[in-house]
């Protein structure tokens, strides 16, 4: 049995950090419960698109139950707080106030369920000068120096591949819910949990602003020898034009690494700043064979070598098979979609989407002893979908 099964989640969110959080959360066991607007959301029309469907959508939403209500109707407000009041947990990733503004804030849901655990996530937090300040991952990775430290010296900078704000926050906050969880258990109430997308990202220049911070001043580049690269942390490209990843940060790796590269005179040798000869001399051996040449040359070696795979390449590895990351989810209209799973799945057997959100409201109105005729009617006054 899944750790958090039973426990009922609502959530309000129509963007990752959100969605990624209710999806941990639905791993772990918890049964959520999608409040969307009635008209489709951003998430339904991101690609790509097959057949109507968008798997952007869908990798984030499986085994969600999922109603469609408009909120600025006074019935629908009615639903979302009768759905409320049932619940452990609520999340939302509207921007402050907004949910206030709609009689659905914390202060006031809080009345009606005491023991509510409520977690809000937006771009700058609750509070301060910056709390409604519109902002996408690309402008908190900018603004929190993620971006910045993304590029070697006077190039620009390149995007991340994964969103590190929207990831790092729907963590934090799916942590946060967790452990608000087990506090409830002893104080037997509730907690407004407050995380800062902008703040999720800054946390991972823990290192360096560390350093920044106890220096008082900006460091240059080079300064930052780590997670930076190094000659022993950084990428080479190899014949074919591929790319292998070295990590021979420890000097037992160091030195299998430079036995096996052919370049045993630097074994010896300790590495702990940007040494330009070093990486040179790496640099051409490196040059001098395949990727499929340098894999089976350091294979079973344990030095922290690896190769710069294609996601097709990543899943085809051992641990994908041997620990049942990919996933498969039933889709009525789509049939069997494998997907990628959060590490919190634990290999479960299999998962549903619920795509007729219309029959799914009408389960969920039933639910709350809502009737045949009353459920017609707000199907009518475009209340519900």
Request: charged share 20%.
């Amino acid at each position: 049995m899944a750790p958090l099964n039973g426990l009922k989640v609502i959530d309000f969110t129509h963007l990752l950090p959100g969605e990624l959080c209710s999806t941990a959360l639905t791993d772990l066991g918890c049964n959520v419960l999608r409040i969307e607007p009635v008209t489709r959301t951003l998430g339904q029309l991101l690609p790509p698109i097959i057949e109507g469907h968008s798997l952007y959508f869908w990798s984030l939403h499986r085994n969600k139950q999922r109603i469609s209500i408009d909120l600025k109707k006074a019935d629908g407000v009615k639903i979302a707080r009768q759905l409320i009041e049932a619940a452990d947990v609520l999340i939302e990733n509207f921007r402050p106030g907004v949910m206030d503004r709609l009689g659905l804030g914390y202060a006031e849901v809080s009345k009606l369920n005491p023991k509510l655990i409520f977690c809000s996530i937006s771009g700058y937090g609750q509070n301060g000068s910056w709390s409604g300040k519109p902002g996408h991952d690309l402008n908190l990775i900018a603004e929190s120096g993620v971006l910045g430290m993304n590029a070697r010296e006077g190039e620009k900078p390149i995007l991340p591949a994964v969103l590190v704000s929207d990831y790092m926050s729907a963590m934090y906050a799916a942590i946060s819910i967790t452990s608000h969880l087990y506090e409830r258990e002893s104080t037997g109430i509730g907690k407004h949990i407050d995380i800062s997308m902008f703040e999720s990202a800054l946390s991972t220049m823990g290192i360096m602003g560390t350093a920044l911070l106890y220096e008082q001043e900006h460091p240059g580049v080079e300064h930052f020898t780590y997670p930076r690269e190094l000659p022993n942390y950084t990428v080479y490209e190899c014949r074919d034009k591929r790319y292998l990843a070295v990590a021979s940060l420890e000097p037992p790796f160091w030195k299998i690494f430079c036995e096996k590269a052919g370049i045993a005179q630097l074994s010896r040798k300790l590495v702990t700043a940007h040494d330009q000869d070093v990486y040179q001399t790496i640099a051409a051996a490196i040059k001098t064979k395949s990727l499929a040449e340098w894999m089976e040359i350091f294979e079973n070696t344990n030095c922290c070598v690896s190769p710069v795979s294609t996601i097709a390449e990543a899943l085809q590895h051992p641990p994908v098979k041997e620990r049942h990351v990919v996933h498969h989810m039933l889709h009525p209209q789509l049939g069997d979609v494998p997907q990628v799973t959060t590490p919190l799945s634990e290999a479960i057997p299999g998962s549903t989407a619920y795509d007729d959100r219309a029959e799914q409201s009408n389960l969920v109105l039933k639910q709350l002893d809502y009737s045949e005729h009353e459920i017609e009617r707000l199907k009518r006054e475009k209340v519900i979908l």
